[in-house]
């Protein structure tokens, strides 16, 4: 069985200063990653996702992942945020190939940036 | 583009009572799946469907059923509401059984009280 864990329950940061989500993940078969955030009171939006290939993975508003799979790890980094990064971070794993669809979500890292 | 469609986005029930949640799936999009979010909880998977067969499920209660139509929307049924079935319930749709394409709707707010 998969699982996801968030080592960071909140992270506040200053405006402008760079920031390292962390997240790491169990499974026993391969997986596809995934980082989405949650703004107050609205849906989940996907920041970007790791299926194969470059390790390293560029998304939506200035948001990166590094894949490592020795460490098991998919830390999401941006390196200046800004206000309106203030949000709940998602990181998610879903098995590559098999009959299971279902993506599982770690508990969530709530970003608090600091003016 | 046309997104997940989820309605009502606020429900309120009382105890004991049924609720039924609807999600329309973007166009062409054939397998829905069914997500809950407890208050400051992560998302947790309750079901999917794939041309309108149960494709995958998860931890959804007995209480709960669900379906998909002809037309490939889905609702998720919601009978004997307890106060802990509060919660944020996401539908997402994707083109075929694909985990990594998968596109949320903003949610149905459920209040049971």
């Known amino acids: 069985a998969q699982s996801v864990t968030q080592l960071d329950s909140q992270v506040p940061v200053f405006e402008e200063a760079p920031v390292e989500l962390r997240c790491n993940y169990s499974?026993?078969?391969?997986?596809?990653l995934f980082w989405y955030v949650q703004y107050p009171n609205q849906g989940l939006q996907l920041l970007l996702k790791?299926?194969?290939?470059?390790?390293l993975v560029k998304g939506i508003n200035g948001f990166e992942a590094e894949f490592n799979k020795s460490q098991t790890s998919f830390h999401l980094r941006k390196p200046s945020v800004h206000i309106s990064d203030t949000a709940e971070y998602f990181c998610a794993v879903s098995d590559q190939g098999t009959s299971y669809d279902k993506v599982i979500f770690g508990p969530g890292t709530s970003l608090s940036v600091i003016p | 583009a046309a997104g997940v469609i989820q309605s009502p986005r606020h429900l309120i029930k009382e105890k004991r009572e049924t609720a039924t949640l609807k999600c329309y799936p973007i166009p062409r999009h054939d397998t829905v799946y069914w997500y809950q979010q407890g208050p400051g909880q992560d998302p947790q998977f309750l079901i999917s469907?794939?041309?309108?067969?149960?494709?995958d499920k998860g931890s959804i209660p007995d209480r709960f059923s669900a379906q998909q139509f002809s037309d490939y929307h889905s609702e998720l049924n919601m009978s004997s509401l307890e106060l802990g079935d509060s919660a944020l319930y996401f539908c997402a749709s994707s083109l075929g059984r694909i985990s990594y394409e998968q596109y949320f709707g903003p949610g149905t707010r459920l209040t049971v009280t």
């Open positions: 499974s026993s078969v391969s997986v596809y």
């Open positions: 469907f794939y041309e309108k067969m149960q494709s």
């Open positions: 790791y299926l194969s290939g470059s390790t």
